[in-house]
């Protein structure tokens, strides 16, 4: 780990008040220097989501009609069309009708959400939601 450089930030009292609960919500081991470094870790991370070119890797998960129509087919023809991007895939039986399914993605941002565009548009498909993080290279 690098070296800890201090510096002070000044807020109103009320902000810091909800700062500080926010803190003891995160639990024992967090305190509020661990706190500032989690929250602009997550916003460089979130920035460097939105820069179409930058390295991201996600996790797809989508909820889906199990006995929909050639759906299965229609995800697997996606996933096997980007192979390079797909690292692994998880399928989940949730009932006799649902299954959920989370997808591992690596590569461009652009990338990575355009393959899940594709994936979320195939109908059958009830729900999803793509998470987000870089591969950590600069963090």
Known sequence: MSELVRFSVAMPDELLMQF????????????????????????????EWDDPDAEIVGTLTIVFAHHATDLQSKLDSIQHAHHEKIISAMHVHLDAHNCLEVIVLRGKS???????????????VKHG????????AFL
Do not use: Q
């Open 129 to 136: 939601r793509l998470t987000a993080t870089t591969t950590g």
């Open 110 to 124: 652009a990338d990575v959400r355009d393959i899940t565009e594709s994936i979320l548009g195939v109908k059958g």
């Open 20 to 47: 500080d609960n926010l803190v003891a919500r995160r639990g024992l081991a967090k305190n509020r220097s661990e706190v500032i470094r989690d929250l602009v870790r997550e916003a460089l991370v979130d920035e």
